[in-house]
């Protein structure tokens, strides 16, 4: 299989990137690593006149923390770099869950985590992350830069809020503002297929007292579901057995997950309520989302 | 190499034909191609290198995988037109004029392959691995083969290949031999010790 014929423009600047999406009108795409846009232009769901590609344009493949404590990932860093991201481990914990388990090896040493919450498919991992962690994404115009919440750049399946002279230039997670703590757990039938469901669960504790907390759902619903009740249930308070039931619970009461050939509609609102509770319990850990996606 | 087109005649102009710079298996290439062609095209069709294999063709298998500025990818998602100055490294790549690769060498010993379909994927996935971690737990040959499908060996003997193929590139090392190792390397490991206490009694 072959896309269909286009023309490629591989600019060395931002400005040049913008300027040709600028002239380029509605048909042009831009590729980063190309793990969803590739795949879809071979089987002709997509058929881009004009691709321009942004993986010559120097310092974008970072991913570091400013010193207010805030997490930006440029556009070109990889899934792989977040993967073996000594940063992570010890500040991002459901970023860190999350990583390994996004596709399969080889595609996370090309795809990247703003190029996946540009696709705005579903069943992406990282928009569920950021959305729990919430993350902005930093698109950048002829007209200058503005910040976008993810609760506001998706608009529906495969849709943002992006123009198309736009390209989403990094994604920030905002500093925390006690200790983080969560998870992401998601099931999967064999590596690298979507996820049945994913649960990104992120919390911020000072003393015992949760002070923020954010769930969010991948995979049931026609777009990533931000469970915002669960989460207020969750503040304000300290975790305990009936508040992890309580947000587990709400969770589950806003998946809008479809019956199809990866499981029932019953049984995938029940592994959101399982996953949440899990994550929030503790029980979650690397070695756990390695059993969840083998099971 | 040569790749043949269709003459688009004035529509040509829209859709330029691109000329690329790149180096594969240690040897410089230049080519003009079409944007759309992939790059397990380019390096089948074009360089004649058919020893990276295409499987499913919808990123699911990896048989098809290469190395390209040394990680592994999947060459039927990557547009062949983005390796313009970059390093392409395929199976073909790993043995020397006269000697196999360890990873080669371990398929052979473990017995990694029965059709063979899969196993240059396999290999470069591994190179990719030791590469990066020349002293991987059986967990992490696992992990980071799990983008490659295989129908015939269940896994077992491929895990067991790249297993030993680190054990033979990495440098002896005293503290983390296995027991299960070779004869060999257990009284190698037991003469060193001897060695060691020796020289302790000395001093």
Redesign the interface.
Known sequence: ????????E?PHSLDEAIGLLHDGGDYAKV?AG??SL??M???RFASPEF?V?L?NVPGLAYHRADPDGSLRIGALCRH?DLE?SDLLKGTQPTMAAAA?LV?????R??GTLVGSLCHADPQGDWASVMLALGGTVIAQGPGGRRAIPLTEFVTGPFETVLEHDEIAVEAVVPPARGVRSGGYLKLERR??DFATVGVAVAIETSGSTVIRAGIALTGVGGSTIGATDAAAALTGKPLTADSIAEAAELAASVARPKTDHRGSAEYKRHLVRVFTSRILGGTATTTGATAERAA | MTMVYDDLGDEAE???V?RIKFTINGRKKVAEI?????LA?LIRRGAGLTGTHRGC????C?AC?VLVDG????S????A??V?GREITTVEGLASASELHPIQEGFKQEHGLQCGFCTPGMMM?AK?LLD?NPNPTEEDVR??????LCRCTGYQNIVKSVLWAAEKMAPPKLSEREPEASAGGESERESKLAETSAGNTEA
């Open positions: 299989m072959f896309p269909s014929r286009f023309r490629y591989a590729l190309g793990q590739v795949p232009m071979k089987l691709i590609d993986n792989a073996f390994p596709a399969d090896p080889l595609v040493n090309r590596v690298g | 829209e859709f330029p691109r079409e944007p759309r062609l992939l095209d063709d919808t990123t699911n990896g995988t990680r592994a990818i999947k039927c998602t990557m547009l037109v983005q313009d996935a990719g990066r992990w980071a083969l799990s983008g490659n």
